[in-house]
């Protein structure tokens, strides 16, 4: 099949600059919304995979297994597990065991210190304030969450009611990042806390995260339990962790690889990501109604042209495929360019979620993905149009004005 | 009934180059056929020049379509440069129009968005020629045409008698060996008209090429060699002293 140079279609895309205008704008802004929504869900993916170590063991109580926070296990645990499994990651006699308290709290920001002494009381709309989650940690938790890095400030110390906030946490509050600086003060549990540092952790859940010392945080939850203990695996497997929570009944304990866990909260969010999808697929799909529209206007006024051409010689398919061109074009720099705003625009951008804050993922899959709806939206919009305006017999388009 | 058939042979004795037996075709419109070609019989010799002429409706560019290969007869055999059209598939129709015919429109059907130069190119681009093969042809068609000075003008740039000659050499490009033009001066004044029907006269004497054209025209009738009337899909009349009499 002998085609129609590309020159023709890229020439015929100048014939009329409002058309082209409107698919371009039309296909940018479908492809902006296709962009957004696969870095949503590769934003939180990405999120949940990298919180979880395949090397690093969760031991939480039976029966909670599909969450932390509803987990409680004696306090006893961490010492009891360093003490009885063989081939845990240690470090200067130290062992990688962290026990941690997993709890959401209302979070109410405080205002500064005054002369006259601070307020007793959360004011009493705090308990509308946002839910957070608030890990209770000691010292050990680095050395399980070696993403987790002080960027600002320094550690909360024990007996002081000090916090460390995460760098997403303000965006999981809906607060200035200012409002979380170091030195101001917040409402948890109906206690104050000064805020004396800022951790990262790049791409995990912690990101969102209020750390403060297990016992401060214990104390003021007027809990005695711990949420769970992690443990770094060295030359000790799995099994033997599981092992020892199925030896020890009386603790009630299950074990799971903390890549499992996170990659179940993954599957419980998974609907979510669906109807993401679902919503951007419809937004696109008037997108395509839209893009058909526009390029059977385009084509309807040039069939004669296109009887002219297979005059010539030219069949169809060839003419098919130069109309396809021609849409495709449009419809690629419509999508270069809302995945230039994309990607300028939404890349890291933070998103407040009920597990925590994410950054959204502009990665080469959520590219390639938006730069393919582009071409599919060329495709499918112009296929439909194009056929229509060839399926007429050569001698009564020849008559069409 | 079966018309006796007009025979082109009657020039020089050579094969026609077109060749209708019982050419019929048909239209079916709702519960209505309509017959714009009646069981056509005609030979048309290599190098000869026919003026279709007839009232609107009377089947001449029905007649024009067929032997253009953009049309299918319902009935009969039309053999064109030897090839049996009747028996063509779609595929090897446009193979056939591409290399067998040229076509001249009434209202030019220049492709606006290119240059005299790409639009003359257009059909060549469908053959197997060299980028210099190509640049040569198209130059030699648009200087035969007059208008080698223009290959860069848009059709936009050019008059109405000048967009002809443009689609005159795209018409002739390919060095096809039947032309068709459908009312090639309907839109020209008398001048360009007049300068369009020369240059067709030209292609025939010179270079021998065949041409079919419709026209309601006299004058643009009288520079053809042959002029068939028909009527209701009939050749009623062939006049071959027609352009002796249009031209006194």
């Known amino acids: ?401 | 009934m079966t018309q006796a058939p007009i025979n082109g042979q009657a020039e020089g004795g050579l094969e026609p180059i077109i060749r209708c037996r019982g050419l019929t075709r048909t239209y079916i419109k709702g519960d209505n056929t309509i017959t714009p070609l009646a069981e056509l019989d005609l030979d048309v010799a290599r190098g000869e020049f026919i003026a279709l002429m007839g009232p609107s409706g009377s089947g001449k560019t029905t007649l024009l379509n067929l032997v253009a290969g953009i049309d299918k007869p319902t009935s009969g055999s039309l053999r064109v440069g030897g090839v049996e059209l009747a028996d063509v598939s779609p595929s090897r129709l446009a193979a056939f129009r591409s290399e067998y015919i040229g076509y001249v429109f009434q209202l030019y059907n220049l492709v606006p968005v290119l240059t005299a130069y790409e639009n003359v190119e257009l059909p060549l681009l469908l053959h197997r020629l060299s980028g210099r093969e190509r640049h040569q042809r198209v130059a030699t068609a648009l200087q035969l045409v007059g208008l080698a000075d223009r290959h860069d003008h848009f059709p936009r740039q050019l008059s109405g008698g000048q967009e002809q000659r443009v689609a005159i050499a795209r018409a002739i490009v390919t060095d096809p060996r039947i032309i068709v033009a459908d009312e090639p001066t309907g839109d020209l004044d008398k001048e360009s008209a007049a300068a369009v029907m020369a240059l067709l006269e030209q292609l025939t004497a010179e270079m021998g090429k065949t041409i079919v054209m419709v026209t309601h025209d006299p004058k643009s009738a009288a520079h053809a060699s042959r002029v068939l009337h028909l009527e209701k899909g009939r050749l009623v009349v062939q006049d071959e002293r027609f352009a002796t009499l249009a031209g006194a």
């Open chain 1, 1 to 401: 099949m002998k085609r129609l140079p590309l020159e023709y279609a890229v020439r015929n895309l100048a014939r009329s600059p409002l058309r082209l205008v409107l698919s371009v704008v039309g296909s940018a802004l479908v492809v902006l919304l296709v962009f957004a929504a696969a870095a949503f869900a590769r934003g939180m993916e990405h999120s949940l995979r990298a919180s979880g170590s395949s090397s690093t063991v969760i031991v939480l109580g039976a029966g909670s297994e599909e969450s932390i926070e509803r987990s409680e296990i004696g306090s006893s645990v961490a010492s009891l597990i360093a003490a009885s499994v063989r081939g845990i990651r240690t470090r200067a006699g130290v062992s990688y065991v962290s026990a941690e308290v997993h709890v959401q709290l209302p979070v109410f920001l405080a205002g500064p210190a005054t002369p006259e002494g601070d307020e007793r009381h959360p004011p009493e709309d705090s308990e509308d304030a946002p839910l957070t989650l608030v890990r209770g940690f000691t010292p050990s938790a680095f050395l399980v969450h070696p993403q987790v890095q002080i960027v600002e400030g320094a550690m909360p110390r024990v007996g002081y009611d000090e916090v460390m906030v995460g760098t997403l946490s303000a965006t999981k509050l809906g607060v200035a990042p200012d409002e979380l600086a170091i030195g101001r003060r917040l409402w948890l549990a109906e206690k104050l806390w000064t805020i004396t540092g800022r951790f990262a952790a790049p791409a995990t859940v912690m990101e969102a995260e209020l750390w403060a010392p297990l016992t401060d945080l214990k104390l003021a939850t007027t809990r005695e339990t711990d949420s769970c203990v992690l443990v770094a695996l060295d030359t000790a497997e799995f099994a033997d962790i599981d092992a020892f929570c199925k030896q020890r009944l009386d603790l009630e304990l299950a074990a799971m690889p903390e890549s499992e866990y996170y990659s179940k909260l993954g599957e419980f969010y998974a609907p979510v990501r669906a109807v993401v999808w679902i919503t951007a697929a419809l937004i696109g799909l008037g997108g395509l109604f839209g893009g058909l529209n526009t390029m059977y206007a385009a084509f309807a006024s040039r069939v004669r042209e296109l009887a002219m051409l297979q005059c010539l010689g030219y069949s169809r398919p060839a003419l098919i495929v130069s109309l396809v061109q021609e849409s495709v074009l449009a419809t690629a720099a419509g999508g270069l360019l809302g995945a230039a705003i994309g990607l300028l625009l939404l890349d890291g951008v933070a998103v407040r979620f009920s597990m925590g804050a994410f950054g959204l993922r502009a990665d080469a899959a959520a590219l390639s993905l938006s730069l393919g709806a582009a071409f599919a939206l060329g495709l499918f919009g112009a296929l439909p149009p194009a056929w229509r305006c060839l399926r007429l017999p050569i001698p009564e388009a020849l008559k069409t004005g």
